[in-house]
């Protein structure tokens, strides 16, 4: 059995479902335990696949730590969100004494192939993180953390346990989105971590962590049944860090940002790919709980200053990404 955990408000109902999903199809047992920022979302997840998915009430986690929801009185909603990462493993080990490694996953995760190879990487190690591989010419960027939050797994040990207290200490004392020279957001004390604690590892796997910062670095290619291999290694998870839909035509793929363009090929792999699975999510949240509105576009994205300006910057990094709603309906 695998432990996963997460994080999401409504308005990312459809990427944690797709989230979700993709784990079914890589995964052969698991439990995927998502911490509900909002009620409407842990109604959603109480009845959409029990057994499986663990709704728990952001609620529960403040009563668990006080400390933690006092913090939400100086720093913004995106802040209080980046703060609880490392509250919530703490209290999932503490609920679920049957939890032995537990994984973090951002929302925006798709898998495309079995995780197992990050668990035998970890071995008998306590964590594993993963690291921001930035090429040469961006390098810059390492300003925000050599590592990304986007997936780490704990195990259930001491070292573990030192270092979960020490990032939540941390993290409730700063957690801004503002950079500095040794933290930001809760993103960066992750370059402490792994020269503070025992035990901890970071990813070599090509293949897990592949983002829009990195991917042109590796060689891609199809093997005899059809996979897509990332320098001969198997395509593990990718992070869709960015994407926003705009319209019901186009797309923010945010690839442009890093001054770099995916060929397309790959570009329709990725992201119509992700886009298809989204729309999928959305029909099956549509038919199940009728009662809420799904979008693939946000309110605030639809019109006004916000829609031009996310027009405007999309067409100025090369960013932006058509698309059909017939391709939508592909397989």
């Known amino acids: ?61 403040e009563t668990f730590d006080p400390e933690y929801a006092a913090s939400r009185n100086n720093r913004s909603i995106y802040e209080y969100f980046f703060t609880l990462t490392p509250v919530m493993p703490l209290y999932i080990f503490q609920q679920y004494p049957e939890v032995d490694l537990l994984t973090y996953l951002d929302a925006d995760l798709y898998f495309y192939s079995s995780p197992q190879a990050l668990y035998d ?10 690291p921001h591989r930035f090429p040469e010419k961006i390098k810059w960027r390492e300003k925000f953390g050599l590592y990304n939050v986007s997936l780490q797994i704990y195990r259930r040990d001491d070292n573990t346990m030192k270092a979960l207290q ?3 200490r941390k993290c409730i004392e700063w957690c801004y989105d503002v950079v500095e020279e040794e ?31 990195n991917w042109w670095q590796y060689n891609f290619e199809y093997d005899s049944n059809g996979k897509l291999l990332v320098d001969g290694e198997d395509l593990i998870f990718y992070h869709f860090q960015g994407f926003k839909v705009l319209n019901s035509s186009l797309l923010l ?36 709980f009728p009662q809420y509105e799904y979008s693939l576009i946000t309110k605030h994205n639809r019109i006004g200053m916000k829609f031009m300006r996310n027009i405007l910057s999309a067409i100025y990094h090369r960013a932006i990404m058509c698309y059909s709603n017939s391709a939508l309906r592909q397989r």
């Not at 993709?22 to 995927?32: A, I, P």
């Not at 890093?258 to 990725?270: A, E, I, Q, S």
Request: net charge positive.
């Open 253 to 288: 793929h945010n690839l442009g940002h890093y001054k770099r363009v995916m060929p397309r090929k790959l570009l329709k792999f990725f992201y119509l790919g992700y886009l298809r699975e989204l729309y999928r999510s959305i029909l099956y949240l549509k038919k199940h």
């Open 121 to 130: 990487e970890l071995g008998t190690n306590s964590m594993l993180i993963t």
């Open 166 to 168: 020490w990032w939540r």
């Open 1 to 61: 059995m695998k432990y996963f955990c997460t994080y999401f408000d409504f308005n990312y109902i459809q990427q944690g479902w797709t989230l979700f999903r993709s784990l079914q199809n890589t995964v052969e047992s698991f439990k995927l335990f998502v911490i509900c920022m909002d009620d409407k979302v842990f109604e959603v997840l109480s009845q959409a696949a029990p057994n499986i998915i663990i709704p728990i009430k952001l609620s529960d986690i």
């Open 183 to 213: 933290r930001f957001a809760d993103q960066k004390y992750l370059n402490q971590i792994i020269e503070l604690f025992d035990g901890v590892i970071a990813s070599q796997l090509k293949g897990a962590g592949l983002a829009p910062w």
